[in-house]
């Protein structure tokens, strides 16, 4: 059974930094591409980052040049460098795992979903 446990969330100060780790489980880690996306209150859920097998990797405009996706395979685990965070980046964010060779950003293409750790980013 496909586990995916988030951690690291948390409150941060504008143009500081956090981490968000994923702990991946019951599923062959390296067969998969993995991503993050984020969901704010009112809004819909956005791809924030993926991460394919080959290690090519995918980011939202909104993110690209201060977010950075990496996977560690010999941990079967998944992080997100936040660097430089905006209020507005401010949302649950979830880990996810897709078999879907190229998933890329597209919510759908994903199949198995953590239960989501919260970053609140004040100015």
């Known amino acids: 059974q496909e586990q995916l446990v988030e951690s690291g969330g948390g409150s941060v100060q504008a143009g500081g930094s956090l981490r968000l780790s994923c702990a991946a489980s019951?599923?062959?880690?390296?067969?998969?591409?993995m991503g993050w996306a984020r969901q704010a209150p009112g809004k819909e859920r956005e791809g924030v980052a993926s991460?394919?097998?080959?290690?090519?990797?995918g980011y939202a405009d909104s993110v690209r040049g201060r977010f950075t996706i990496s996977r560690d395979s010999a941990k079967n685990t998944l992080h997100l460098q936040m660097n430089s965070p905006k209020p507005e980046d401010t949302a649950m964010y979830y880990c996810?795992?897709?078999?879907?060779?190229?998933?890329?950003?597209?919510?759908?293409?994903?199949?198995?979903w953590g239960q989501g750790t919260q970053v609140t980013v004040s100015s």
């Open positions: 019951g599923f062959t880690y390296d067969d998969y591409c």
């Open positions: 996810a795992a897709s078999s879907v060779v190229g998933a890329g950003l597209r919510s759908s293409a994903y199949t198995s």
């Open positions: 991460i394919d097998r080959d290690g090519s990797t």
